[in-house]
């Protein structure tokens, strides 16, 4: 199968080449902080993805072919731009220029433990599935970035559910835009052409599943207070 899509596709033999098919090596694999293997075995909640000639994979590549033949420039740019920033920050749009980690160290280093733990659990799926990005499968597929690991799951729509959860809970004021951003976010995955639908929808699912373990540990619970603590003082929440 491999062979196959090597010589239908060139650019994978070049991914090939380069090692980026390869996998994340054991000793590079980053240890979780927050919650640990014992507490969340994403191998068993994630299904199988479609297998490369199978007719969801065909619907999902035509999909793609759809999104890529009617989306506009500036959705391409955003897209683009949305796949560079994997921090609680990307929902700097609902909360203006001073949401930044300078100004909210609290939040940053809590929240960069919350993507540590997302990144260690979407490459466990990613490197159990090996399932390749669309545009290796199909050469007429042009995606906005590279893709530098498996297609499925998700891990940017794993990443935007499981920090948009997260911050909701420390913001359940705003939590409707807050996950509305998280959608967006991860529409912005397809836009890209980097993904396919099963990919996102099975990062979703992750995604929440991992922030409902979180949510559910004290001592992230008070982290989570600690952050709305500091996003009360620097303004975001009303005082009545």
């Known amino acids: 199968m491999l062979a196959e899509r090597t010589m239908m596709n060139p ?8 090692g980026l098919l390869a996998g994340i090596p054991a000793a590079m694999a980053k240890d979780a902080i927050l919650v640990q293997p014992a507490q969340f075995d994403v191998r068993a909640m994630v299904r199988s993805p479609p297998a490369d000639a199978s007719e969801q994979t065909k619907s999902e ?14 959705e391409f740019d955003k897209a683009a731009t949305d796949g560079k920033d994997e921090t609680v920050f990307l929902f700097h749009a609902l909360f203006g220029d001073g949401f930044t980690a300078d100004r909210l160290p609290v939040t940053a280093a809590f929240f960069k433990q919350v ?23 199909d050469a007429d597929i042009h995606p906005c970035g590279p893709g530098k690991s498996f297609s499925y799951p998700s891990g940017h729509a794993t990443r935007a559910y499981v920090l948009g959860i997260v911050l909701a809970a420390a ?70």
């Open 11 to 18: 650019n994978l033999s070049l991914l090939l080449a380069g």
């Open 61 to 74: 590549l035509a999909e793609l072919h759809q999104i890529q033949a009617t989306r506009t420039q500036a």
């Open 115 to 137: 993507g540590n733990d997302e990144s260690v659990y979407a490459t466990i799926a990613k490197n159990e599935w090996h399932r390749p990005r669309p545009f290796l499968v």
């Open 171 to 240: 913001l359940p004021e705003k939590r409707d835009q807050i996950l509305e951003r998280s959608a967006d976010y991860t529409q912005s995955r397809l836009i890209c052409g980097v993904h396919y639908r099963t990919d996102v929808e099975a990062g979703r699912e992750v995604g929440i599943a991992l922030a409902a373990v979180m949510l559910s540990m004290p001592q992230v619970q008070q982290q989570v207070a600690d952050v709305r603590t500091e996003l009360k003082a620097a303004g975001y929440i009303a005082t009545p």
